[in-house]
């Protein structure tokens, strides 16, 4: 599951390019996480600066995945995460919380990101699913359903607190159900909310697909699988592990083998359906695309049950993705994928050098406590002896972003305040990073994601 919705849409070129390797690694399903990048006919308000797919070059997708025996699964999100949407004037009456929220993590939001789970919602989804699935030979779709932040906080507050705020949203997640069906799909549904009450999961309809997420090396995988297996799901949910690239310029590595690794042991063993792995953009997909090259080897080899060897990545990498370059690719990105381990992880998913370019001084501040001039100065080291010469460019984008990252915190350490880049390190950097955004992926989505990193080397 490849995200498209966070700024970074790809190429239909490079998209093929990457089924290509897909289909050599033996996947079977393909999903473009889609928020407001389909170019919906009466809503280009919603998609007009983000470079969507139309609905010819998804029947061209659909084809080409066909011929390469993959599946192409429509991927919609119909509840939560709906800001792209919600934010427009047209549609903030759809809002749980039309006029913004207070979200846990993020702070005050302007604007609403979750669907008031009514009527009126449904019969907005069920145009969008009007549009969207005649353009698609799979009989299967995925509705979203994760994160509904603020449910219960707005237009379903009453009903929340005479109901629970669970039992409101699985009877917004069935009316989902049942317009999936009435288009003649069966749905997959993202599982997080519905497992914060198992005793709910049997109430689900069995012809529905969970998908179990977790993103971290200890996701609790096991203990979830077992309680929709239990609940009559067996051969029919998913595990979905995640890349370990996002938040990061050059993929966590360490902790994607082991989320993988653990996802599939536990789908095995509780008798998961197949293995998803998601590949996400969150905080407007800075990583370089290399950085998912390592990840959808390994979950292709724990997905068909293979050992996974770090040891034969580099040259897997240079196989499938560089046939016809210089070797040395699938080496380098790999080395780029151990950087992340050398430091402290803040948050999931989350790596230490992402979250230090873009936090605020105050919270590199914060930050710097948790450790030391020593392990950031070794990290410039084993950046410095990455060889990229000669090779994809993007791996040197990746090493870059980490290398001023490092830098800026050690500025932090020998002046007491972050102070700004060198102007022309700065727009050096911007400009590579313009310049190689348009490669592989389309124009729309490269101005905010280019005028965050313009904010974080700017300070």
């Not at 609790?220 to 009559?232: K, M, Y």
């Not at 008798?271 to 390994?298: C, E, K, M, V, Y």
Request: contains cysteine; glycine residues 8%.
């Amino acid at each position: 599951m490849l995200d498209i919705s966070r700024n970074r849409v790809p190429t239909t070129a490079w998209l093929k390019t990457l089924i290509d390797a897909l289909a050599l690694l033996r996947y079977n399903e393909l999903q473009l996480y889609t928020e407001h990048t389909f170019a919906y006919q009466d809503h280009a308000t919603v998609w007009q600066h983000a470079s969507p797919m139309t609905a010819e070059e998804i029947c061209e997708i659909d084809r080409y995945c066909t011929e390469r025996g993959i599946e192409l699964v429509p991927n919609q999100n119909s509840f939560g995460h709906m800001e792209r949407w919600l934010r427009h004037e047209d549609y903030k009456h759809l809002a749980e919380c039309p006029d913004g929220f207070e979200h846990p993590i993020a702070g005050w939001r302007t604007f609403g990101g979750t669907l008031a789970p009514t009527a009126e919602s449904a019969t907005f989804v069920d145009t969008l699913y009007t549009e969207l699935l005649p353009h698609f030979t799979s009989r299967s779709l995925h509705i979203g359903g994760d994160e509904p932040w603020e449910l219960g906080q707005g237009q379903s507050k009453q009903r929340v607190a005479r109901e629970g705020k669970h039992a409101v949203y699985l009877e917004f997640l069935n009316r989902l159900f049942a317009l999936a069906e009435q288009h003649d799909h069966q749905a997959q549904f993202w599982a997080d909310i519905i497992l914060e009450r198992p005793d709910l999961v049997p109430a689900l309809p069995k012809h529905v697909t969970p998908v179990i997420w977790g993103y971290d090396a200890d996701s609790p995988f096991d203990a979830h699988c077992r309680i929709v297996a239990d609940a009559g799901f067996r051969q029919h949910f998913y595990v979905a592990p995640g890349a370990g690239n996002w938040n990061s310029f050059g993929g966590r590595l360490d902790v994607a083998r082991a989320n993988i690794e653990r996802a599939a042991q536990a789908g095995l063993t509780h008798g998961a359906r197949g293995l998803l792995l998601t590949a996400w953009g969150d905080n407007g997909h800075h990583q370089p695309w290399p950085t998912l090259f390592p990840s959808l080897i390994l979950a292709a080899q724990a997905a068909w049950g293979c050992p996974l060897s770090t040891a034969q990545l580099p040259a897997q990498i240079d196989t499938l993705f560089y046939p016809n370059a210089a070797k040395g690719h699938g080496a380098a990105i790999c080395a780029l994928g151990e950087i992340d381990a050398l430091l402290p992880q803040p948050a999931p998913p989350s790596s230490f050098l992402h979250t230090a370019l873009f936090a605020t001084d105050a919270e590199l501040a914060e930050l710097w406590h948790t450790t030391n001039p020593e392990a950031l100065q070794k990290v410039i080291e084993a950046l410095d002896h990455i060889k990229t010469e000669g090779l994809d460019p993007e791996i040197e984008l990746g090493v870059a972003l980490n290398r001023t990252a490092a830098q800026r915190c050690l500025r932090l350490h020998a002046e007491g305040a972050s102070g700004p880049f060198v102007a022309e390190q700065r727009d050096q950097l911007l400009e590579r990073f313009a310049r190689l955004w348009k490669t592989r992926s389309r124009s729309g989505g490269l101005s905010e994601s280019l005028d965050r990193l313009r904010t974080a080397v700017g300070r």
